[in-house]
């Protein structure tokens, strides 16, 4: 655990939880805003302490249940270290104005990011137009006369198509 210098506690977790995808292997508890502190005291969008917690990480209600313990009582303890004291007191008092989890049906859901398809990916745009189709068989390539090999210039290696190559398209 630890506590930084603007005041938040990062909690690193012994069994890090998934999330999008993606491995959360720390949660940050930032101190609450005078803004959070109206709300909970109104019980404006925040109904539990579980969504306290939730504000105060920026990580869903649903994946901190999830926590597994010793995780849960490192998490509380950066909690309680954050909570200005006429908030905290009550909660480790078991005497919170508010239940400790929000109700199943008002949580928000976790939805897993959408599989894209490669080609229609709007994070890139696209560079060129899309490719055309060519009609069945495609284009017919045919090999010209031999060129003369250039000996002088260059790196010395031939890039012209030896004599022995034919096409491999069939002319009808």
Known sequence: MIMKRD???VVELI???KHNGKEVAEVTLRPPTYDIRIRWARSDGIPSVLQLLAELTKQPERLLRLLVYPDVDRV?????????DDIAGP???GQSPKPLETPED?????????????QSDDRFPLAEPTAKKFPEGGP???AGPPQPKPTTEGSGFA??????????NKVA
């Open 7 to 9: 005041g938040s506690w």
């Open 15 to 17: 069994h890090p939880l």
């Open 76 to 84: 509380m303890l950066a909690l309680f270290g954050v909570l200005p």
């Open 91 to 93: 909660i480790r008092a």
């Open 106 to 118: 008002e949580l928000e859901l976790i939805e897993p990011p959408g599989i894209v398809s490669d």
């Open 140 to 142: 017919v390539f045919k």
């Open 159 to 168: 890039v012209d198509p030896d004599q022995g190559m034919v096409s491999v």
